[in-house]
């Protein structure tokens, strides 16, 4: 755990000083330039003064780097066709069971020839288009800004049935990501 380079990182940010930061905590010049170098573990009511002080949550600084915020910056984002109908999945976000991806569905098109079934839970908004979405008996027009969720392990389908390409925001939950959901 780098509690240390978190404190220094959002002092820093503050233009709070060392000396500053020992005044308002209590706690000694040396103890701070220890901890924010990770030579030595405060305890968790150490941690709760430092955060006071810096005004920021106590969970902040009890994360691990991996659970800290992620970016994916547009030029990076993996993209990849699916199907004889060329579905374009653009690859948003991934994150511990959480997945976002915006689908483009060219006229026509759907999501495969036959409903599917996986694991997890998706929610979905139209950001352009007119689909039908269905799962097990019902059935639904949506358009752009409508917006519908369902457990994916009912066997479900999406298909563009207006005359343009229909672009979806999907976020998906599930805790077996590394299956194709398409």
């Known amino acids: 755990m780098d509690i240390g380079s978190a404190v220094r990182t959002i002092r820093k940010r503050k233009n709070i000083t060392i000396a500053q930061m020992s005044e308002g905590t209590g ?16 305890s968790i009511n150490t941690l709760q003064t430092v955060a006071q002080f810096l005004d920021i949550p106590l969970p902040y600084l009890l994360l691990e780097k991996e659970q800290r915020m992620k970016v994916f910056r547009k030029q990076e984002r993996q993209q990849t066709i699916h199907n004889k109908e ?14 976002m991806q915006k ?27 007119t689909i039908l979405a269905e799962q097990g008996e019902d059935s639904v027009v949506l358009e752009e800004g409508d917006s519908f969720s369902w457990n994916a392990i009912v066997p479900h389908y999406v298909k563009n049935i207006g005359e343009t390409p229909a672009i979806i925001l999907i976020a998906i939950y599930s805790n077996n990501l590394h299956e194709d959901l398409l």
């Open 27 to 42: 706690l000694s010049k040396g103890f701070i330039s220890n901890m924010e170098n990770n030579n030595t573990s405060p």
């Open 86 to 99: 060329n579905v374009k999945v653009e690859h948003l976000t991934s994150r511990a069971g959480l997945r």
């Open 103 to 129: 689908v483009e569905l060219p006229p026509g098109a759907a999501t495969g020839e036959e409903p599917h079934a996986h694991e997890g839970e998706e929610c979905h908004l139209v950001l352009h288009g």
